[in-house]
Antibody, heavy 120, light 108 residues
Framework: EVQLLDSGGGLVQPGGSLRLSCAASGFTFSRDAMSWVRQAPGKGLEWVSSLSAGGGSSYYADSVKGRFTISRDNSKNTLYLQMNRLRAEDTAVYYC?????????????WGQGTLVTVSS | EIVLTQSPGTLSLSPGERATLSCRASQSVSSNYLAWYQQKPGQAPRLLIYGVSSRATGIPDRFSGSGSGTDFTLTISGLEPEDFAVYYCQQYGRSPETFGQGTKLEIK
């Protein structure tokens, strides 16, 4: 059974940083591209970033380009999202997702999400 | 980027009825790369349909997708109580991947 466990969310001040993690199990993590998708409170879904299986190719939404960095450690079956220079509009639940096809992607399995709140 | 517009915003139906949800794209979705997701309150989205009409693993056959080009439909035949949720379409034919704003399916 595919399982994705998101963690690392919390309250952070504008301009601050946070690193999200996604622990994967139930599939061969090193063979699959992965993504982050976010959802602001009461709003719809927004793709944030995707990373190839080997980690060599990464893609970002314009809204986070230059501030967020996606990475992975295939030896630990873990996906990361480093978020810097956070803004109030980055407040959202962040979901990691296993990609169905690549590239662009649809999202075959989702983590439970982790809430990031950017506020002073 | 491709903008997806879903209609109606809210759909009120009774269990056993048929639901028809629409998703219209601002430009043609290449290779019919369109997916549908279901989201219940407090839960992550769940993939229902990909490639316009292919059901994801474990999805009951009362869920079906159709359409091409710019107009797509998700049909749920014989609504079950657990089907009342928010539904999103998503295109992956062109980067960036984009989602519709959602249709809320509520119990009448």
């Amino acid at each position: 059974e595919v399982q994705l466990l998101d963690s690392g969310g919390g309250l952070v001040q504008p301009g601050g940083s946070l690193r999200l993690s996604c622990a994967a199990s139930g599939f061969t993590f090193s063979r699959d591209a992965m993504s982050w998708v976010r959802q602001a409170p009461g709003k719809g879904l927004e793709w944030v970033s995707s990373l190839s299986a080997g980690g060599g190719s990464s893609y970002y939404a314009d809204s986070v380009k230059g501030r967020f960095t996606i990475s992975r450690d295939n030896s630990k079956n873990t996906l990361y999202l480093q978020m810097n220079r956070l803004r109030a509009e980055d407040t959202a639940v962040y979901y990691c997702a296993k990609v169905g096809v690549w590239l662009p992607a649809y999202f075959e399995y989702w983590g439970q999400g982790t809430l990031v709140t950017v506020s002073s | 980027e491709i903008v997806l517009t879903q209609s109606p915003g809210t759909l009120s139906l009774s269990p056993g009825e048929r639901a028809t949800l629409s998703c219209r794209a601002s430009q043609s979705v290449s290779s019919n790369y369109l997916a549908w997701y279901q989201q219940k309150p407090g839960q992550a989205p769940r993939l229902l349909i990909y490639g316009v009409s292919s059901r994801a693993t474990g999805i009951p056959d009362r869920f079906s997708g159709s359409g091409s080009g710019t107009d797509f439909t998700l049909t749920i035949s014989g609504l079950e109580p657990e089907d009342f949720a928010v539904y999103y379409c998503q295109q992956y034919g062109r980067s960036p991947e984009t989602f519709g704003q959602g249709t809320k399916l509520e119990i009448k």
